[in-house]
């Protein structure tokens, strides 16, 4: 069965740093774009960071230049490093695939809460 297991959330004052990390189980992670996704209160859930499975990274316009994304395909996990975090930037975090379809086909994991305030 298909895991996405998101750790390393909490409370973060304005312009800390926080390390998430995403441990996939089930598929074959190494060739599988991945994702960070966010929820926040009220709104639906967005696109944050792509990582191809060659290492190809994109950022939304608003995390580009304090947010990096990784992936170790040995341990099948993809790490999401946040800097400068801003208020705005607090929601559950998750990760999955790029994968329209399979982000249909798979089921979500729990996320994790990040939460950004003085």
Known sequence: QVQFVES???LVQPGGSLRLSCAAS?????????SWYRQAPGQERELVATISAGGTTNYADGVKGRFTCSRD?????????MNSLKPEDTAVYYCHTTSQTLRQKWSW??????TVSS
Do not use: P
């Open 109 to 114: 994991g729990q996320g994790t809460q990040v």
């Open 26 to 34: 089930a598929f074959t992670f190494s060739i599988i774009s991945m």
């Open 73 to 81: 395909n040995v341990k099948n996990t993809m790490y999401l490093q």
């Open 8 to 10: 390393g959330g909490g």
